[in-house]
């Protein structure tokens, strides 16, 4: 994320911690006070012995509140009857996953019992009052005040979106239709009394006439890119403005040093773990696809990884065939898909045989989704950029995967598909630790709903 909206997550975070551990102090004292018959506060010690174990659980909360979008930029606008609803369920969950933690873990020398249910309704109220009232008087939840100097359709697109967001007008000064650009801008930006402007850099126009409002920051006014704030707000890369320099620069950022060793062992970890316990429904599996129509169990389907090299793909077969993408002129495969190949394609259960894939190193838990071999061919002729995806490994989940709504099933679509690279290049250049967390935290909320195909 860029810094004009981070702030937003950052005091929203800190806020929940903060409540989080002062609704225990005073479910602490609420439950101490109905023992003793009158009001009592709790002890030092009292307090301490359950400040450790609430701590680590608070970890485990604030995944469960980003399964739950409490983080997303939506979830500043939510109206208070939506935001309680959507709370009330986190916390049940969150209190749900306490109780199992105590239960199974005794080394802490507590057993909550009542008092995660004084803990429940306290918390559930003190943080809906922090996120529905005190939140907002920092000013963090209402649109900023900005100008953005551009035009185009992915400029127009950006302003459409932030005045929906901020519920207010956003000044837009086209180029080619603004005499006296910057005279026309710093008007504005003091009798607007603007926070933000946001400039296309990439027109040659508006760069010409920025040298001269640099002074503006001295009024605390600060300059965006209509670049950088469209992926913040869209999530993936204006690809009308992709060119040698930010391939360059997103490459290069994209090499870290502990980052690619780290990503590695957390997915070898997964892999070990996640194929074991996967083994429990290869039976059943098994046994349902061969009742449907006594067909092969597994697919090895031909994806082009890393650099370019190509790998087989294993999954449970949940069509009648497997013609690898190899579409012909028609453009779409002409297999269907079984009764059981919905059901598991449905629950993401023919996925599980990847975890394979996932300890051999050919896919990593994260990354763009992997293709054909002959899609590829495609994409790359008539899709500019394109095989730039392939400087990562594919992934098993990813951030095209989870917010692109308009994925190419069973055929070529160039228009669906180069939406959907705006995406993978977003995540080729904001992959993190910590993006691939806020991921693989999203996907299990995705799962959980099952939604998708």
Do not use: C
């Not at 308009?406 to 679509?413: D, E």
Request: aromatic share 12%.
């Amino acid at each position: 994320m860029r810094p004009a909206l981070r702030p937003r997550v950052f005091v929203l975070f800190i806020g929940d911690i903060f409540f989080f551990l002062f609704s225990l102090w005073l479910s602490l004292m609420v439950r101490l006070s109905f023992s003793v018959g009158h009001l009592a506060l709790p002890s030092q010690a009292l307090f301490g012995e359950h400040l450790v174990p609430f701590s680590l659980l608070s970890v485990v909360w604030v995944g469960v509140f980003f399964i739950a979008g409490l983080y997303e930029a939506r979830a500043v606008a939510l109206g208070r009857r939506s935001l309680s609803g959507t709370l009330l369920t986190a916390q049940i969950v969150n209190v749900t996953i306490a109780a199992l933690f105590f239960f199974f873990i005794a080394v802490f020398g507590i057993e909550p019992k009542t008092l995660l249910f004084i803990y429940l309704a306290v918390s559930f109220l003190f943080i809906l009052f922090w996120r529905a009232i005190l939140f907002p008087l920092f000013g963090l939840a209402r649109g900023e005040r900005m100008i953005v100097v551009g035009e185009g359709i992915d400029v127009d697109e950006l302003v459409h979106a932030l005045e929906v967001r901020g519920a207010r007008s956003v000044p837009q000064l086209r180029p080619g239709e603004t005499p006296a650009l910057a005279e026309r801008v710093a008007a504005l930006a003091l009798t607007e009394e603007t926070r933000f402007i946001v400039a296309d850099w990439h027109d040659a126009r508006v760069a010409a006439a920025f040298p001269a409002l640099y002074n503006l920051l001295a009024r605390g006014i600060r300059f965006l890119d209509t670049s950088a704030l469209y992926e913040e707000v869209f999530g993936r890369v204006s690809l009308d403005t992709l060119d040698e320099r930010w391939l360059a620069r997103s490459t290069s950022r994209a090499m870290h040093l502990l980052y690619d060793p780290l990503k590695r062992v957390a997915d070898i970890v997964l892999a070990i773990v996640g194929g074991i316990i996967s083994l429990i429904f290869y039976p059943f599996i098994i046994f349902a696809i061969k009742m449907d129509d006594h067909g092969p169990i597994f697919v090895r389907l031909d994806r082009v990884g890393k650099n370019g090299a190509v790998f087989p793909l294993l999954k449970f077969r949940s069509m009648t065939g497997n013609d690898n993408a190899a579409y012909g002129k028609s453009g779409t495969t002409t297999l269907r898909v079984t009764r059981v190949g919905h059901f598991l394609r449905k629950s993401r259960l023919d996925e599980l045989p990847q975890f394979w894939n996932l300890l051999r190193g050919e896919v990593s838990s994260v990354g763009p989704r992997p293709e054909s071999p002959a899609l590829v061919a495609l994409y790359e002729k008539e899709i500019p950029y394109y095989g730039v995806r392939h400087f990562i490994k594919p992934g098993l989940t990813g951030w095209a995967q989870l917010y692109h709504d308009n994925h190419p099933h069973h055929g070529a679509a160039v228009a669906a598909t180069r939406e959907k690279l705006s995406y993978d290049l977003y995540y080729l250049e904001h992959r993190s630790l910590m993006l691939d967390v806020v991921i693989t935290l999203k996907t299990i909320k995705k799962l959980l709903m099952r939604s998708g195909a």
